[in-house]
């Protein structure tokens, strides 16, 4: 079952913030966040585990709301860098040793950041 | 540059052609898996190998096998394929019993089916 990213698409200007959602309808055991520019592989940003807890990768980071079953993907003092297309991938079921993992990725989301 | 190597980088085939593409990597993941990636859509799962052995198969097509020679090694052999299989195609790798490691994913090939 795929999750739901939110919004679809987002422009901003350099130095702005923006905040990418990825919720679902089913118990979550990870969320992985990837971006993805054009023609290129999607590149690992970060893990989230279920349990509530929130990561940072120098200007980006990302919280994961167990309750809500919601994981969001905080863009902050964006750069030009930062444009592309934001994925997040979903587990949900436990991850047991010895299994690989079996991700759902939600539709995407556009960035772009203009000048 | 990736740590996760896919030939070829693109791919025009005819629907009665039999080709190949590969995927190699060589940083001792022992789970590799293939991806369909149509134009502005997300990656779609296709089969994961875990350990060489097919665990996964997301009811593909049988015009799609999949081969895992090695540890290092992902094949996806293609035979007699439809126009609607244009896509780009996405190696993946992980390593197994870490829950907190990624899939690192190579470039992709671009396949066109004519």
């Known amino acids: 079952q795929q999750p739901v990213q939110s919004p679809q698409a987002v422009i901003l200007r350099e130095g702005e913030d923006a905040v990418i959602n990825c919720s679902s309808s089913k118990a979550l055991y990870s969320v992985h966040w990837y971006r993805q520019k054009h023609g290129e592989a999607p590149v690992f940003l970060m893990i989230?585990?279920?349990?509530?807890e929130q990561k940072g990768h120098e200007k980006i980071s990302a919280s994961f709301n167990e309750k809500k079953q919601q994981s969001s993907l905080y863009l902050t003092a964006s750069q030009l860098s930062y444009s592309g297309t934001y994925f997040c991938g979903t587990e949900y079921t436990s991850y047991s040793s010895g299994s690989a993992r079996q991700l759902t990725f939600g539709s995407g989301t556009q960035l772009t950041v203009l000048p | 540059d990736t740590e996760v190597t896919q030939t070829p980088k693109h791919l025009v085939m005819g629907m009665t052609n039999k080709k190949s593409l590969k995927c190699e990597q060589h940083m001792g993941h022992r789970a590799m898996y293939w991806y369909k990636q149509k134009a502005k859509k997300p990656p779609e799962l296709m089969f994961v190998?875990?350990?060489?052995?097919?665990?996964i198969n997301e009811s593909v097509p049988s015009r799609f096998s999949p081969e895992c020679p090695n540890s290092s090694l992902l094949n996806l052999h293609l035979h007699a394929l439809q126009p609607e299989d244009s896509a780009l195609y996405l190696c993946a790798s992980s390593q197994v019993g870490h829950p907190n490691q990624p899939q690192h994913f190579g470039d992709g090939t671009r396949l066109s089916i004519l």
């Open positions: 190998y875990s350990y060489e052995k097919l665990s």
């Open positions: 989230l585990l279920k349990g509530g």
